[in-house]
């Protein structure tokens, strides 16, 4: 049996981190093309040919990087990751959480943050906050012997998402290593209970709905004086989908870090719980978690 004594945070990126898609930021100003101008092609090319549209928009950046005569590199990419805002607090929140978590334990639980996200790995991995992620999940490009985007090789949809926490909760971390072989509960290094994920919106219900299932916990962010993203969170909470939703205000003291805490108290606790009584069956002969 492992320790299972990791609490992993999962997030997704645009919407819940970020306020605004990594590519209004970064990719679109660079191509010279508006946010409502590029992603009314996508919608507009994902419905008439009943196309996957995160599919879309990836072969349309490279269609367009063409047609201006724009050579985009990973180093490309990379760099534009600085342009890249953040909801209030982001970039202390993780060493916040890490230093939370190991005061409330003792020292005996650790936390791993990682993204799942449809954006753009390679913008992601230039991000100021890349530091604090186990892993970054997201759609990629193949690039050509130049160095440059020719492809995509990497795509992550709303529901593919959900490998992804199968990856985490498995420890099989990288896309060559499979996780289609049973493996037992006792022996997954981050069970679901010990999962929280934090979303934005409709596109995280599967991740949601996967994580709630097995026993994990969901956090739904809106950015503030925002009535129509807080309406849907308010429905994801009245279908159960999440247990909490906040303001994407990720400062100390705010209702989102207040609600995080708790949560994290409570994993805190129920790992203590269980290393215990294992413990106590180990004392008197007897097999752990029987």
Known sequence: MTRQNTIALVYDFDGTLSPQPMQEYTLLPKLGVTPDEFWGRVQRESAETVSEKMLVYMRLVLELAQERHVKISRRDFRAMAADIAYFPGVEDWFTRINAYVKERSAGRVKVQHYIISAGMKEILEGVSIRRHF???????????????????????????KTQYLFRVNK????????????????????????????????????????????????????????????????????????????????????????????????????????????????????????
Do not use: W
């Open 171 to 290: 420890g099989r971390e990288t896309l060559n290593e499979s996780i289609n072989e049973h493996m037992p509960e006792a022996e997954r290094p981050i069970p679901f209970h010990n999962m929280i994920y934090v979303g934005d919106g409709m596109t995280d219900v599967p991740s949601m709905a996967l994580t709630k299932k097995n026993g994990g916990h969901t956090i739904a962010v809106y950015p503030e004086r925002h009535d129509t993203d807080r309406e849907v969170c308010v429905r994801l909470l009245e279908a159960g989908r999440v247990d909490f939703i906040a303001p994407a205000d990720y400062r100390p003291r705010s209702q989102l870090s207040r609600r995080t805490e708790l949560l994290l108290d409570a994993l805190v606790s129920q790992i203590a719980y269980r290393q215990e009584t294992d413990l106590c069956r180990r004392e008197n002969g007897l097999t752990e978690g029987a």
């Open 134 to 160: 186990k892993q970054i999940y997201a759609s990629e490009y193949h690039f050509n012997f130049q160095g440059i985007a020719t492809f995509p090789k990497v795509l992550i949809t709303d529901t593919s």
